[in-house]
T-cell receptor
Framework: EAQVTQNPRYLITVTGKKLTVTCSQN?????MSWYRQDPGLGLRQIYY???????DKGDVPEGYKVSRKEKRNFPLILELPSPNQTSLYFC???????????????FGPGTRLTVL | AQSVSQHNHHVILSEAASLELGCNYS??????LFWYVQYPGQHLQLLLK??????LVKGIKGFEAEFIKSKFSFNLRKPSVQWSDTAEYFC???????????FGQGTTLQVKP
């Protein structure tokens, strides 16, 4: 079954304790992306990757890191989590269009993160 | 600056009523536009998308959207809503040659049976 998986689905942590949220897709998509969803703000893009070893900042990259060493995986790293990073996080993947744009994104189930 | 805005934040309709959710975008150059739906407790699903061609786009579940370039709009419509359409709806836009995707703030639709 074609899907995007995220782990963990729920995480409660404390300020300053490094964490990683994993994201994996089995559709051989070039493009992957991370978003955070906050009430009243919709989804905001954190980082995206057009292909292996190619990553770019979205609208809210501060406090986050990503890496794309393999096509299927795109982990999100919070090295020093803070309470303002409490949010619902979604990973997504997509084929890339002929000119490089996003064709259609498939979203993961979400990770609800609470930083105390 | 690139932006996507949704006019209505909360819409309440009765079943069988018609729906139109507004979306305006601000992009230079060619833009790809999307509508996503998020049912309670679930992840986002694509309703429809517009890249080029026929400005009237039909999607899943009876939804459609019309791209009006002169108005910078991409409004979502459905002639007759059902209770199961209760969800949050997001408009999103992307330049045709980048991976940067911008979402609107979302519209919560509540359909009363």
């Amino acid at each position: 079954e074609a899907q995007v998986t995220q782990n963990p689905r729920y995480l409660i942590t404390v300020t300053g304790k490094k964490l990683t949220v994993t994201c994996s897709q089995n559709m051989n998509h070039e493009y992957m992306s991370w978003y955070r969803q906050d009430p009243g703000l919709g989804l905001r893009q954190i980082y995206y990757s057009m292909n292996v070893e190619v990553t770019d900042k979205g609208d809210v990259p501060e406090g986050y890191k990503v890496s794309r060493k393999e096509k299927r995986n795109f982990p999100l790293i919070l090295e020093l989590p803070s309470p303002n990073q409490t949010s619902l996080y979604f990973c997504a993947s997509s084929l890339s269009g002929t000119s490089g744009g996003i064709v259609q994104q498939f979203f993961g189930p979400g990770t609800r993160l609470t930083v105390l | 600056a690139q932006s996507v805005s949704q006019h209505n934040h909360h819409v309440i309709l009765s079943e069988a009523a018609s729906l139109e959710l507004g979306c305006n975008y601000s992009y230079g150059g060619t833009v790809n536009l999307f509508w996503y739906v998020q049912y309670p407790g679930q992840h986002l699903q694509l309703l429809l998308k517009y890249f080029s061609g026929d400005p009237l786009v039909k999607g899943i579940k009876g939804f459609e959207a019309e791209f009006i370039k002169s108005k910078f709009s991409f409004n979502l419509r459905k002639p007759s809503v059902q209770w199961s359409d209760t969800a949050e709806y997001f408009c999103a836009g992307s330049s045709s040659n980048t991976g940067k995707l911008i979402f609107g703030q979302g519209t919560t639709l509540q359909v009363k049976p």
